[in-house]
C-alpha cells in the first residue's frame, strides 16, 4: 500500500460488519456507508454516526487477516496470535511468523507485522475527515461533542499502535489529506519524536475523558468507547513512557509517578473489579463483567476467526494453532508459590501437577482433561502426537492453547456457530499490574503495590500465596515483571512489556523450547526438553518494528527508516 493509498479518502464498511456485539436491529438497518456519497453522512445524523463507529474497524492487509470480520486494534483473533512472536508460543503453521521469530524482520519482508503503518495511518485519516466536517452537521451540541470525544479516543488509540510498533512517528494533527496534494513535500514525512507524539496522544486522551459517558448505556452501545477506555489507553501510554526503551535505558521517577497517577484514576473510577468467577470465564463471560474495561465485542452474525478448530489438538481434529512454548510452562508457579524447578524431583515427576490455577486454564498440557478425554501428546501413539490422526498439525511444542476456546464451541464445523469469543483490549487486571508497576517504580514496593498484586493473586479462582513481605524494590519489580507474563499471557501484552523493559535481547534469544513426552513399557513418563523451532534470534533493531519498504518508496525516500533496517 503506498502512502497515497493511506491518505485515500475512505467512507468505511459496510455496518453489518459492525464489532458492535449490543447493537439493536434497527441500527443495524441502517444504509451501509460505504454504498453512500459524503453528502448523505453529512446530512444525516445517523449515517454519520454510523461512520463515526465504524472508525474502530480498520482494513485487511495481509493474507488470513480479519477471517470473518475486519481487525480492529492490534492484532486479535486471527490465526497467528501477536503471542508467536514472542516467548510464549510458536504458530504450528508458520503463516510468516517464523522468519520474525528467527530475527529475520526486514522492511521488505514484514509478515504478520507488516499492517500497522498502512491501517493507523488511514484510520486517522478517516477520523479527521469526520472532524473536519462534523460542524455541517444537523445534530445537537451535546451529541456532537460526544462524538468528537470518541473520534479524538479512536485517533489516539491509531496513534498508540504506531508509537509501541515504530517510536517516533508521523503527526497528521487534524489535516485531512487528499490525492491532489502535494506528497512531496518533505514535512508531510517529517517523523515527530516519540516523547512528543506521547504528549499529543495524551492530551487527546484528556479531551476525550473529559466528555466520554461513564458506561456504555442507552444509544452508547456496547463496545463503544467510554471514560473508563480513554484512562486505561492513558494509564497503558503512559507505563510504556516511562519505562526503559522510551528513556534511552534509563528510569524518571516523575514518568513513573504520572503512570500510577493514569492508573490510580481508573481505580478511582469506582466503576470496574477482578472477575470472581474463574480465570479461564473471565474471557467467555461478556454481560455482568465488571473486569472488562473496553473490548470488541462479537456475535453470532459477526464472528472471528474459529478459534476451537485453528488451536484444537490433532487428535480432536483441530490445526494446533499458536502452541505454547516450554519457556512459558516453566514460568508457572507452584500452587505454594515457590519457582518450577526441574532440578527438584517432586516437580520432575510430576510436572503438570500443583501449579498455579491459571496455568490449567490457559494450557493444554499431556494429561489434562478436555472435552471428555485427556490430551495425549506422549509418543507413542498419544492421540495428540505425531502418532495420532491428522498428525500434520500435531504441536511442535507439545503443548496447546486452552485460553479463550469455548468448550461449548465445536472444533469440526465450526464455521456458522464459533468466533463469538470478545477480544479485551483492557481490563481491571491489567490496570492494577500497570499501578503497582508504576508505583514500585516511584517510590519502591509499599502498601499499595502489594494490595494490588496481591488482589489478582488472592481472587476466586486464582487463590495463589500472597507475595512474600519485605521485597526490596528490585525484588519487586521481578514479582511483578513475572505477575505479568502469567496473568496476560496470549493477550497481546508480552511482545511489548520485554521490549520496553529492553530484556528482549535475552528473553527472546532463548531457544523456543517444547516438551517430548515418552510412555514407557510400564506406563512411566520420561520428558525429554526439545528446541520446538530452531534458530530463534533477537537484534537490537528489533526493539521497533521495520516501516514496510512500499511505505518509503512511496515517500520518494523521504520517510526515514527505524535504525538497523
Known amino acids: 500500500m503506498t502512502t497515497k493509498n493511506i491518505f485515500k479518502p475512505f467512507l468505511g464498511i459496510a455496518l453489518s460488519g459492525l464489532l458492535l456485539g449490543g447493537c439493536n436491529e434497527d441500527f443495524l438497518d441502517v444504509v451501509p456507508t460505504d454504498r453512500v456519497s459524503d453528502a448523505s453522512i453529512l446530512s444525516d445524523s445517523t449515517l454519520f454516526e454510523a461512520y463515526v463507529i465504524n472508525r474502530y474497524l480498520g482494513v485487511r492487509l495481509t493474507d488470513k487477516e480479519g477471517d470473518g470480520n475486519v481487525p480492529g486494534f492490534g492484532r486479535g483473533f486471527e490465526y497467528a496470535l501477536w503471542s508467536s512472536l514472542t516467548d510464549e508460543s510458536i504458530y504450528n503453521n508458520d503463516d510468516n511468523t517464523w522468519f520474525i521469530q528467527q530475527g529475520q524482520l526486514s522492511p521488505q519482508n514484514t509478515g504478520i507485522a507488516g499492517t500497522f503503518w498502512g491501517r493507523s495511518y488511514r484510520s486517522i485519516r478517516e477520523a479527521n475527515y ?5 460542524g455541517e452537521l444537523e445534530m445537537s451540541q451535546s451529541g456532537k461533542d460526544l462524538l468528537i470525544a470518541e473520534l479524538k479516543f479512536i485517533r489516539a488509540f491509531r496513534y498508540f ?32 519524536p516519540k516523547e512528543e507524539a506521547i504528549a499529543y496522544v495524551i492530551q487527546e486522551l484528556d479531551a476525550a475523558a473529559a466528555v466520554l459517558p461513564q ?5 452508547w452501545l456496547e463496545g463503544r ?3 473508563g477506555a480513554a484512562l486505561a ?25 504520572e503512570a500510577a497517577q493514569a492508573a490510580q484514576a481508573v481505580i478511582d473510577l469506582g466503576q470496574y473489579s477482578l472477575y470472581q468467577q474463574g480465570y479461564g470465564e473471565l474471557f467467555l463471560t461478556p454481560q455482568s463483567n465488571s473486569e472488562i474495561i473496553f473490548a470488541r465485542y462479537y456475535n453470532i452474525n459477526s464472528r472471528h476467526t474459529a478459534l476451537e478448530i485453528a488451536n484444537g489438538p490433532n487428535g480432536y481434529d483441530g490445526w494446533g494453532g499458536n502452541v505454547p512454548l516450554q519457556n512459558l510452562i516453566d514460568d508457572y508457579e507452584m500452587m505454594d508459590g515457590t519457582p518450577f524447578d526441574w532440578e527438584d524431583d517432586t516437580h520432575a515427576a510430576a510436572p503438570y501437577e500443583n501449579r498455579d490455577p491459571r496455568f490449567y486454564e490457559t494450557i493444554l498440557y499431556n494429561g489434562a482433561p478436555y472435552r471428555n478425554r485427556e490430551v495425549e501428546t506422549f509418543l507413542p501413539n498419544g492421540r495428540d502426537s505425531q502418532g495420532g490422526p491428522s498428525n500434520w498439525n500435531t504441536s511442535k511444542t507439545g503443548y496447546y492453547l486452552r485460553k479463550f476456546i469455548n468448550e461449548e464451541l465445536p472444533i469440526q464445523n465450526p464455521w456458522e456457530v464459533a468466533g463469538t469469543q470478545n477480544w479485551i483490549y483492557f481490563r481491571y487486571a491489567e490496570i492494577l499490574l500497570n499501578y503497582a508497576e508504576a508505583q514500585n517504580e516511584a517510590v519502591g514496593p509499599d502498601a499499595s503495590v502489594y494490595d494490588a498484586i496481591n488482589s489478582i493473586r488472592s481472587r476466586s479462582g486464582v487463590e495463589m500465596p500472597a507475595l512474600p513481605a519485605g521485597l526490596s524494590q528490585d525484588e519487586m519489580r521481578e514479582r511483578i515483571h513475572h505477575e505479568r507474563r502469567i496473568e496476560l499471557a496470549f493477550e497481546e501484552h508480552r511482545y511489548y512489556d520485554v521490549r520496553r523493559w529492553m530484556t528482549a535481547d535475552e528473553v527472546e534469544n532463548t531457544p523456543a523450547y517444547g516438551m517430548e513426552i515418552v510412555k514407557e513399557a510400564d506406563g512411566s513418563l520420561t520428558y525429554n526438553r526439545k528446541i520446538s ?24 525516500n523521504q520517510l526515514e527508516q527505524n535504525p538497523g533496517y
Open 225 to 227: 468507547a467510554t471514560k
Open 215 to 219: 458506561t456504555n448505556s442507552g444509544s
Open 533 to 556: 523451532l530452531n534458530g530463534k534470534k533477537f537484534e537490537t533493531q528489533n526493539y521497533w518494528l521495520p516501516i514496510p519498504r512500499s511505505e518509503i518508496l512511496a515517500s520518494n
Open 161 to 192: 499502535d504506531l508509537i509501541k510498533n515504530y517510536g517516533d512517528v508521523v503527526l497528521m494533527g487534524d489535516n485531512v489529506a487528499q490525492l491532489g496534494d502535494d506528497f512531496t513535500d518533505p514535512s508531510f514525512y517529517e517523523r515527530a
Open 130 to 134: 469526520a472532524l473536519a466536517n462534523i
Open 233 to 257: 489507553l492513558k494509564s497503558r501510554l503512559l507505563l510504556y513512557a516511562a519505562s526503559p526503551l522510551y528513556n534511552d535505558g534509563g528510569s524518571d521517577a516523575q514518568k513513573w509517578q
